[in-house]
């Protein structure tokens, strides 16, 4: 198997924290394990310069098959998963790795097709990204789609939302749908349980957005309407006629007030 491992101990150069958006004095972060799967040698040791001075333990595998075992193997914090790979493609290895982990995964391809980007998140990614990415860019997304999944709910949130045959439990990060767990990705649990806090009141894309991704987005992406696509499916929810999940038209979406 074809892996490269790194440690992250090499102190980043001035040149590097500025391009990586950290003040000149920053101390590198805890050591989080990510995991690339890319074909392509040199983009996995140049995204592991980039990551490796702030505090992030990078591996990497160059097949699909490599990739699925390890990251079914081993305990990682994200996943950056690429499209195009050699014995089985980046979707298919989402697919199967959806079956058993909710680790946050990040999708790029060198071809960028909205296609595929629609495809990759409805399959289980939490975020996309093409491969002519800015290392501040891909340092913030790898942060938002982490932060996602570790949120945990404190001691003065509600344990459990009850809408009709759907209980939410954020201290859990669970849902039950007719008594029977649902299998959600970090961002879609994250956008139910906003939704579900908020029924009967109207959340704009750009809320939503700002609150399940604790970053910035373009105002033209509207990769949210996709996990809201797939939400919906997993609820159960008629596209015409939704039970649970309301679309206000040029304005957002609201969960139902049963």
């Known amino acids: 198997m074809a892996i490269e491992r790194t440690l992250g101990q090499n102190p980043p150069s001035p040149t590097l924290r500025v391009a990586l958006g950290m003040a000149p004095n920053q101390a590198?972060?805890?050591?989080?394990?990510?995991?690339?799967?890319?074909?392509?040698?040199?983009?996995?040791?140049?995204?592991q310069d980039y990551l490796e001075p702030v505090g992030y333990a990078v591996e990497a595998a160059h097949t699909g098959p490599d990739g699925l075992e390890l990251a079914k193997a081993n305990d990682y914090q994200a996943v950056i998963l690429d499209v195009m790979l050699?014995?089985?493609?980046?979707?298919?290895?989402?697919?199967?790795?959806?079956?058993?982990?909710?680790?946050?995964?990040l999708m790029f391809t060198a071809r960028g097709d909205e296609a595929d980007r629609i495809v990759?998140?409805?399959?289980?990614a939490?975020?996309?990204?093409?491969?002519?990415?800015?290392?501040?860019?891909l340092l913030a997304r790898l942060r938002a789609v982490t932060r996602r999944a570790t949120t945990q709910a404190t001691?003065?949130?509600?344990?459990?939302?009850?809408?009709?045959?759907?209980?939410?439990?954020?201290?859990?990060?669970?849902?039950?749908l007719d008594d029977q767990p649902m299998t959600l990705t970090p961002l879609e649990f994250d956008l139910l349980?906003?939704?579900?806090?908020?029924?009967?009141r109207v959340k704009s894309r750009e809320q939503l957005l700002d609150e399940v991704g604790g970053r910035n987005y373009d105002v033209f992406d509207r990769s949210i309407d996709v996990h809201i696509s797939?939400?919906?499916?997993?609820?159960?929810?008629?596209?015409?006629t939704p039970k649970f999940i309301k679309t206000v038209r040029s304005v957002g979406y609201m969960m139902a007030n049963l």
């Not at 089985?88 to 909710?102: A, C, I, P, Y």
């Not at 990204?129 to 800015?134: A, L």
């Open 126 to 137: 939490d975020d996309y990204m093409p491969k002519s990415f800015s290392p501040r860019e």
């Open 155 to 176: 001691p003065k949130e509600e344990t459990e939302i009850v809408i009709d045959n759907l209980r939410v439990m954020a201290s859990s990060r669970t849902a039950v």
């Open 86 to 105: 050699p014995g089985m493609d980046g979707f298919e290895v989402l697919k199967q790795l959806r079956q058993e982990t909710d680790v946050p995964v």
């Open 230 to 240: 797939s939400l919906r499916r997993k609820l159960g929810d008629p596209p015409k």
């Open 28 to 47: 590198p972060t805890q050591a989080s394990r990510v995991l690339i799967i890319d074909d392509d040698p040199k983009l996995c040791r140049l995204i």
């Open 120 to 124: 990759g998140l409805e399959v289980g």
């Open 193 to 200: 349980l906003c939704l579900a806090r908020a029924r009967g």
